[in-house]
T-cell receptor
Framework: GDSVIQMQGQVTLSENDFLFINCTYSTTGYPTLFWYVQYSGEGPQLLLQVTTANNKGSSRGFEATYDKGTTSFHLQKTSVQEIDSAVYYCAMRNNYAQGLTFGLGTRVSVFP | NAGVIQTPRHKVTGKGQEATLWCEPISGHSAVFWYRQTIVQGLEFLTYFRNQAPIDDSGMPKERFSAQMPNQSHSTLKIQSTQPQDSAVYLC???????????????FGEGSKLTVL
């Protein structure tokens, strides 16, 4: 079945540090890949969506890259701020499926 | 434009009691999803409705859990004879239906935190 592996459970950074979170996926279909962000006390919300392999998506200073060759996609931000502290989930939708398969999430803590 | 509304935000039940959680999707969204969120398992898919019809309940525990969508403006998740391991945040999400039936962006509610003592 479909799976998404997100290895980093927690990342601790200082402001202006570089953030990099990686995910790998497994599917028999043609996936669309997502990054969702969840702030404390809220539900997850879409941060980025990347539909086409080897394309990039960007939003709010974050950039996502999807590498079909290595079946991986990662999220990065050059200079994080304290307000970026949240849990970040990678997710995949197989074009034959209806829902999203999520990774376990990475808790990012940014300190001033 | 209101987002997905979930009630109650917090519910505490005793072991063996029933818990019912409500979700009001965004008006006009035809797809409704339920997910369970725990620290250990992350976001687990439970079930999915499209135009009120159940489409996929492959993530629902076979016993004690049931979900309904009696009309387009609300869905319920019912857990009978709750157990401590049912303690989790239950998230509802809705989405517009895209081409070929594929769903677009999921809009999540704030979740209902269930604690079973």
């Amino acid at each position: 079945g479909d799976s998404v592996i997100q290895m980093q459970g927690q990342v601790t950074l200082s402001e202006n540090d570089f953030l990099f979170i990686n995910c790998t996926y497994s599917t028999t279909g043609y996936p669309t890949l997502f990054w969702y962000v969840q702030y404390s006390g809220e539900g997850p919300q879409l941060l980025l969506q990347v539909t086409t392999a080897n394309n990039k998506g960007s939003s709010r200073g974050f950039e996502a890259t999807y590498d079909k060759g290595t079946t991986s996609f990662h999220l990065q931000k050059t200079s994080v701020q304290e307000i970026d502290s949240a849990v970040y989930y990678c997710a995949m939708r197989n074009n034959y499926a209806q829902g999203l398969t999520f990774g376990l999430g990475t808790r990012v803590s940014v300190f001033p | 434009n209101a987002g997905v509304i979930q009630t109650p935000r917090h519910k505490v039940t005793g072991k063996g009691q029933e818990a019912t959680l409500w979700c009001e999707p965004i008006s006009g969204h035809s797809a409704v999803f339920w997910y369970r969120q725990t620290i250990v398992q992350g976001l687990e898919f439970l079930t999915y409705f499209r135009n009120q019809a159940p489409i996929d309940d492959s993530g629902m525990p076979k016993e004690r859990f049931s979900a309904q969508m009696p009309n387009q403006s609300h869905s319920t998740l019912k857990i009978q004879s709750t157990q401590p391991q049912d303690s989790a945040v239950y998230l509802c999400a809705s989405s517009l239906e895209g081409l070929g039936g594929a769903t677009g962006q999921l809009y999540f509610g704030e979740g209902s935190k269930l604690t079973v003592l």
